[in-house]
């Protein structure tokens, strides 16, 4: 019996041997030249391609990023918007595929005698695939599901021709090809690799009853732990996405007795917690808090916040789900889309509640932050751009309300008001500052219920512009500065200041109060215009 030293040792020793005996032939069909060729290839070229190759999967593997916010790809190494077109193992891969079909292929009257060729080509076009060469892979690939004579490497063939087709968008391609899978049969250890393909090939269909289907298939025939977690992971969050909740929290739960690591294993828990029923919640809350007490998921607090937010809105706690979604967006740092994602449920709430200035901040923080390709991003441009109009004129009414009561005090009364406003606007100007930098929900609903817009001049702007739409260029007011030159004396203005500030000029404010009756009427004519546009858009 030889022993495993020997086994390894052995077809070396061989190669070394025939190499003493000189090139042979690739002309020839004899015992030797096969023989050469073929062990040749098999253990030089094609063996140091395949390692680079999966050393090029490995990295992929490594380096995912997975966006958890939406359905993840199936395969381990993601999609093509990770590869890397300019890895050196995919070039190595090729290029010793190519040697080796230079130097050892026997192709004798139409027929290949080197067992290992056909090999090389399905590395190269493996490799092309990762290198987004789709074209010139799909064409190796499809070579050798014409050409090999081994029923695996030509099922195996197929099968990256169907994931080259996915990749490119050629969806119809892909279907053919998988037709052709299934009337000739499949090589039975190829079928995980086969149903995973079929599940992202569903999954980009939108056909997920059919990618749940495929997915069952996958982790019945998968023997690795680590893919089976992941296909079950991926079939989770379908069960979410079509809002079956019972099974899709089922589904977690099975994830995590796979052991999956740390990575599915948190968004399992998070998952969890927002699809669980009513009776589940307080243990999931606790769950969720003790996770923001451990070290490890300091870089996740801003979605573990957000799962705590989503309890708190199935419990119709409005109130701590605003603070909990609040939080997330103070914490997160990295995760855009999950910043983007809290910012919408803050929308939502708000719009709900029709408080329409702090919806409309957050809606335009949601299409800051959340990923162009989310399918609910259009909408939320939408709602933006409709509520910027809704709240500009919801300003114009509230900034001219409150000019037209400041024109109802008497001249000490509104000059002491001035003077106390600017000063409190020096307070908030310095906390601004001391605060620079700092992204907190709270600040976008500062400009929310009860506030004074007097120094907005995005709402001064667009309410005299729409003015003028409707009623003319007439005035808005007399020459205040002027006619009113007994006020000026409280200006606190003086040459010792460093600068100029119009904004903390008590003038600046005054020269807006309607105090005369042609500026009264354009104020009231300024509130029926905002009311007439906020009728329209509602």
Known sequence: MISPKWRLILPVLLIGLLLGLGGCSTKKNKFMNRFWHSMNTKFNGYFNGNEALKAGMQDLIRNRHDNFTKIIPVYEYGDRSGFQAQNAQWDRAVKKGVIMIKKHSMLINGKQYNRYIDDCYLMMGIAHYFKLDFTMGIGQLRYVSESSEKKKTQDEAKIWMVRSYVEEGEMAEAATTIRRIDAEGLFPKLKPLYWASIAEYNIRNKEYEKAIQALDNAIEYEKKKKKKARYTFVKAQILQYLKDNTKAYETYAAVLKLKPEYELEFQSKINMARTAGKDSNEDLKKLLKKMLKDDKNIEYQDQI???????????????????????????????????????????????????????????????????????????????????????????????????????????????????????????????????????????????????????????????RNEFKKVWGDRPLEDDWRRSNKSITSFSDVTNNEPAYNPRYDPLTYLKEVPRTDSMMKASNEMILVALFILGILY
């Not at 001219?400 to 409190?424: G, H, P, T």
Request: charged share 25%; hydrophobic share 35%; glycine share 4%.
């Open 305 to 463: 916040y957000y799962a705590i937010g989503s309890i708190n809105l199935k419990e119709n706690n409005k109130t701590n789900a605003i603070l909990n979604f609040t939080k997330s967006v103070e914490v997160s740092i990295n995760n855009k889309n999950q910043k983007g994602l809290s910012c919408l449920e803050l929308a939502r709430i708000y719009f709900a509640d029709r408080k329409y200035e702090p919806a409309q901040a957050y809606y335009d923080s949601t299409a800051t932050f959340l990923d162009k390709d989310h399918p609910e991003y259009e909408t939320v441009v939408r709602l933006k751009e409709n509520l910027t109009d809704v709240v500009l004129n919801i300003r114009i009414i509230q900034l001219q309300d409150s000019l037209q009561r400041l024109a109802q005090m008497d001249e000490k009364s509104l000059i002491a008001f001035l003077d106390d406003y600017v000063e409190d606007l020096k307070k908030q100007d310095e906390e601004a500052k001391f605060n620079q930098g700092n992204f907190s929900g709270n600040q976008m609903m500062e400009s929310g219920e009860g506030k004074w817009y007097f120094y907005n001049t995005q709402a001064l702007a667009f309410g």
